[in-house]
């Protein structure tokens, strides 16, 4: 039997790397530098030894690792976290002379985990990479301005780090805050991608890959984006392309997760982070029968390459993490997450009912968040809430226009969208991963105007079909009366076809009270669309305008045409994310025009 020593067990990735060798048939020697530990409470684990915390002592981390290979006849070191990873590299040449360390060299590693570096990578293999401006030390305030002129706000600030604490700012003095606060560490100033977060994950063996998964967040640790609590197996050769062509070109050896935010409106790929380490949502690969640690272990330690097996299509629920980080929003947050994280097995989910010590203890854990969470009630998510920024604008009275979104906007049209979907898909009418709307966008971009056509007249008729049901709205109606009489224009900006906004639009009684409307079919990329507006209204400069959106798409084009966002969303996590980037939200438009019109009296 071959011995395993897995260092350290801190993190929740260690439970899976854990499991997964002592079920492969592995001595399985789990290395330590903390009590508090979930593996501790586990029936996989044969022995646990004392690591030092390599943050305290690299010297005593080392040496402890190399007194518990010696000790325990250890034939493979296989690391957890990044540190892990780093310093194993690093003194790798020591190391290697008792126990096998499959891990690239030091200055792989350095570099690919070097946020300031990965620009250069993604442009040599042809990815696309958000704007992004370095900062160490000294500050440039005009090449602050010229990048905020290039990207727009909402902008994120993280570090250069593996914890980068990425922190949204949608305002220029909180940016500066921002920056003085973290910049003696170094930080990156990032381009915000509206959309999910996908990842692509490989063991490979001098650029070629032994085994890889996909897999693409449905919820995150922050309502904003982080670590995943619920994910499902994705697959997509775009990404796969996408994914090989860096591993080609860095000749890894290893295992690697490769982070990518697929643009929600356009649908391409954005690469975001290299990470050659595991990654904190290896249980999804794992359960889905991608065995990344057993993988490893094989083939550094026996040379045996994994077999062809079925990837299951599932999703996995860290329910425990979810609860810890919800519970401290609100009650009303962890009433809406509750049922969004269930998994629909307990076998998928961070719970582990078949390791009784775990689940006790994750169990425990899970109560004790749920509890925490009642000591929260003066943690109230209002219905409305309207910043500074927009505040301002009424009481300057300078407000010259307004836009809206239509559909999950000003009116909701139950337009029975997956079903759309699954027949576009069936006819052709649509690619596999791709949204109704992203595919409108591709199709527009690249001049594919014969398929733009076919998708959007077979949407259509679903589209017609809602508005028809529609009613008046007398409420509606009075309220942009008042605000037409103060000379404040008003706008419709839709990815619905123009026939189904007129027709939405004349059963709701407003259609004579709107100046504009820019449809799909005039341009279904958002912040082009909503210029467009503007230009139709023909508002004299300088002005000042709100846009009402319920997607990130709609607040991040707001701020680059140079309105003011203010997000619709019954959702408290759309909620939360709204707040969190500075942006105003409401639960309905007809609030927030009363508020209007009360101003302009």
């Known amino acids: ?34 009590i508090r530990n979930e593996v501790r409470f586990s029936i996989f684990p044969d022995k646990v030894v004392p690591i030092v915390n390599p943050y305290r002592s690299e010297k005593l981390y080392i040496a402890s690792i190399l007194n518990a290979i ?49 620009s250069e990578l993604a442009k040599s293999v042809e990815i696309n990479y958000p704007k992004t401006l370095p900062l160490r030390m000294n500050v440039d305030l005009s090449s602050i301005k010229t990048f905020l ?155 045996e390459k994994p077999k062809q097996t079925i990837v299951r299509n599932i999703s996995f629920s860290w329910v425990a993490g979810a609860l810890s980080s919800y519970s401290k929003h609100s009650p009303k ?13 307990p076998l998928l989910s961070d719970l582990h009912p078949h390791d009784p010590p775990n689940f006790m203890m994750k169990a425990a854990y899970a109560i004790f968040s749920l509890i925490k969470t009642s000591n929260y009630k003066s943690h109230i998510i209002e219905s409305i809430y309207l910043t500074e920024r927009f505040k301002d604008v009424l009481r300057e009275n300078k407000l010259s226009l307004i836009i809206s979104d239509l559909d999950g906007t000003l009116v909701r049209l139950n ?22 709307n992203e595919s409108f966008v591709q199709y527009w971009l690249t001049g594919d105007r014969h398929s733009f056509t076919k998708l959007d007249q077979f949407v259509k008729e679903y589209e017609i079909r809602a508005a028809r049901i529609i009613r008046k709205d007398e409420s509606l109606l009075n309220l942009l009366k008042a605000i037409k009489q103060k000379s404040i224009h008003f706008a419709i900006v839709s990815m619905q076809s123009t026939d189904a906004i007129i027709e939405c639009l004349n059963r709701l009684g407003i259609l004579g009270y709107v100046d504009a409307i820019i449809s799909r079919n005039d341009v279904p990329i958002r912040s082009k ?34 309105l003011v966002p203010c997000r619709v969303a019954t959702s408290n996590i759309r909620r939360i994310q709204a707040k969190d980037l500075g942006v105003s939200y409401t639960d309905s438009v007809s609030k927030v025009l009363k508020i209007i019109s009360k101003f302009l009296k």
């Open 415 to 436: 337009i029975p969208w997956r079903a759309i979907i699954n027949k576009a898909l069936r006819t052709g009418l649509i690619k596999p991963n791709s949204g109704i």
């Open 70 to 118: 010696k000790e325990n006849h250890v034939d493979i070191v296989v690391p957890v976290g990044f540190i892990d990873f780093l310093l194993l590299s690093k003194h790798k040449e020591i190391l290697e002379k008792y126990a096998i360390i499959p891990v690239d060299t030091f200055e792989k590693i350095t570099t690919l985990s070097d946020k300031r570096a990965i």
């Open 333 to 345: 947050a962890m009433i809406e997450i509750v049922p969004r994280i269930l998994p629909k097995s």
């Open 149 to 303: 002129d290039e990207a727009g706000f909402p902008l994120v600030v993280k570090g250069l780090g593996d914890d980068s604490r990425p922190k949204f700012i949608s305002d220029f003095h909180n940016l500066l805050e921002e920056i003085s606060l973290r910049i003696k560490d170094g930080i990156l100033i990032q381009e915000f991608i509206p959309g999910a977060g996908i990842g692509y994950f490989v063991l490979s063996y001098n650029g070629a890959s032994i085994a890889e998964f996909m897999h693409k967040r449905i919820l995150e640790v922050n309502p904003l984006g982080g670590a995943s609590v619920k994910a499902v197996s994705y697959f997509d050769p775009e990404l796969l392309s996408l994914g090989r062509r860096i591993v080609e070109k860095t000749k890894f050896t290893g295992v690697m997760m490769v982070e990518f935010k697929k643009n929600s409106e356009t649908g391409k790929y954005y690469l975001l982070e290299i990470n050659p380490k595991f990654w904190g949502s290896l249980e999804l690969a794992y359960r889905a029968g991608v065995d990344f640690p057993r993988y490893l272990v094989d083939f550094f330690l026996k040379g």
């Open 1 to 34: 039997m071959f011995n395993v020593l897995i260092v350290r067990a801190s993190y929740k990735k260690a439970y899976p790397i854990v499991e997964s060798l002592k079920r492969a048939g592995y001595k399985v020697t789990v290395g330590m530098d903390s």
């Open 529 to 562: 669309a909503l210029v467009q507006a503007i230009e139709r209204m023909k508002v004299d400069k300088p002005y000042q305008g709100i846009m009402f959106g319920d997607t990130l798409v709609d607040i991040k084009a707001a701020f680059t045409a140079g």
